[in-house]
């Protein structure tokens, strides 16, 4: 059994294909969380109002910029009414979706990670008896290739973590707490909320371990083929075994 990287793009009924089409110099990348759709949109031409308009109605914008280089925005969006999601169809043939979909001119550009060259034909089989697609790609690539993002989803790194400790990391590293040397400290920290600095100091030290704890187990997959010994931890404990 081996590994294949697919790239293949599609064209169905779905909003974001359909700005991308009237709209040809745009590309939408698209990242699908649990419960709505992180969107990025640019484009290097000044956007038309009519643009504008239909960007505030796909979801709420998250931020903006326009300069030399073009237009740029990230919106959240939710399309929770649609059905029969290409993805769905992806896992339905055991291929691995590999995030963001991009539109653009009118198309929709996947690329998925499947077991077996027989997933990717099914797959395509799948999904031509009810759309247009194209097989772009199809090569064969080994397991240190998957990216370690397929392997870490983002709401299961942040799993079991609350809001308040959520809010505590976002604003200890936002003020460059973590950075070295460190621009701030706990006390300044604390004082910029409504809490005390016992309060604020327990809500950052939990986020922190539960963030690593999360990111324990994709740390081991990500260093299981690793020949490597960087810090010499072998060497120290054979001098401990020595000793003993």
Known sequence: MGLYEASIRVKHECPYRRISERYPDLTIREWPLSD???LEITTETTPTDE???EINEIGTVLYESADDDGYHVVTQ????SLEDSVIDRFEDHNCLYQSPTIY???WEH????AFDSEDVRELLESLRSDREIELLSKTSISETQIPHSMLAPANQLFE??????LA???LALESGYYEQPRKTSLRDL???TAVARSTYEEHLRKAENKLLTNAGQFLRLVTATSTTDPLGVGNGRRTEQAAD
């Not at 969006?77 to 929770?80: A, E, N, P, T, V």
């Not at 996947?110 to 990670?113: H, P």
């Open 36 to 38: 709505c759709q992180v």
């Open 160 to 165: 079991d973590i609350t809001d308040r400790q």
């Open 110 to 113: 996947y690329t998925v990670v």
């Open 77 to 80: 969006s939710c399309l929770c």
């Open 190 to 192: 604390a004082e910029q």
């Open 168 to 170: 505590a990391l976002q």
């Open 51 to 53: 643009l504008l308009d």
């Open 104 to 106: 653009r001119q009118g």
